[in-house]
Every structure is written in C-alpha cells, then in structure tokens.
C-alpha cells in the first residue's frame, strides 16, 4: 500500500510540475532573473504549493499515523546551522544556474533530452560525496 500510494502522490506531484512549467528550465531561470527580464508565473505556482501544505501540516499535526498506516515523522530539528546555510545556498545556485530542481529534473528525464540527464548525474554525484563526507565525519568524531 505505502508503494502505491508512493507512486500516486509522486505521478501527482509530477504532473503539478509539468502543469505549472517547473520542468522548463528558461521559465524558473525567468522567474529567478529578478533585475533582468523577470517572469512572476511560478510565484502563483508556490503561493499554491504554500496554501495546500499549509492546510495538509495543520490536518497532519494531530496524527500519529498517515492514511496508508505509516508512523508520522515531523522533522524536529529547529536550528539554523552553517550546514543548513551552505546546502541552501548550494541549492539555490545549482536551481539558478540549471533552472532544475530535483523533482523537476526527474520528472523533465521523461522528456529525453540530455539537460536533465546531466542534471541527475550530477545530482546523485552530490548525493554520493555528501554521503562519503558524512561517513568520514562520524568516523571522527569521538564515542560518548
């Protein structure tokens, strides 16, 4: 059930992208161009986003399990750190340099072409060293 239900939500959330442009790399780097020739479409499309996941946090905040079962896993962290600032920031370069953003560039590989291949590659290449450098690092650190 928690697979299907996966894949609903995701083929949804695809769609939504593809609806809205997400996956059409000049219209986010539109959007980001604030001094240039900017495009404010995408800024309905988050408004949107905000609105539904407003109305979803509230209804889920009082759960202790989600509709397929599953056990509800709030973030709890609340600390604004250097890593979060750097992974941010590298975010926020890498959508305004591609105009891709992961789900977006997942769901543009559909189209075949090579820009949302590369994209992905290098995605996962990031993925691979975060996940190395987070390996050497709990190695460092001391047992308590």
């Not at 820009?115 to 190395?132: Q, S, T």
Request: proline share 5%; net charge positive.
């Amino acid at each position: 059930m928690h697979i299907i239900s996966a894949l609903i939500a995701g083929i949804i959330f695809g769609i939504g992208l593809i609806l809205s442009g997400m996956t059409n790399p000049a219209k986010v780097i539109g959007f980001l161009d604030l001094t240039g020739r900017w495009d404010p479409s995408l800024a309905f499309v988050m408004g949107g986003a905000i609105l539904v996941g407003l109305f979803a946090s509230r209804w889920a905040a009082g759960r202790r399990q989600s509709l397929t079962g599953e056990v509800m896993r709030v973030p709890t962290a609340t600390q604004i750190d250097r890593r979060l600032v750097l992974g941010g920031l590298s975010f926020g370069i890498g959508w305004g340099l591609a105009g891709y953003c992961p789900g977006p560039a997942l769901t543009s590989l559909l189209s075949g072409g090579s820009k949302p291949l590369v994209f992905v590659a290098a995605m996962i290449a990031g993925m691979i060293v975060f996940e190395v450098l987070e390996h050497l690092q709990s190695r460092r650190k001391p047992i308590a």
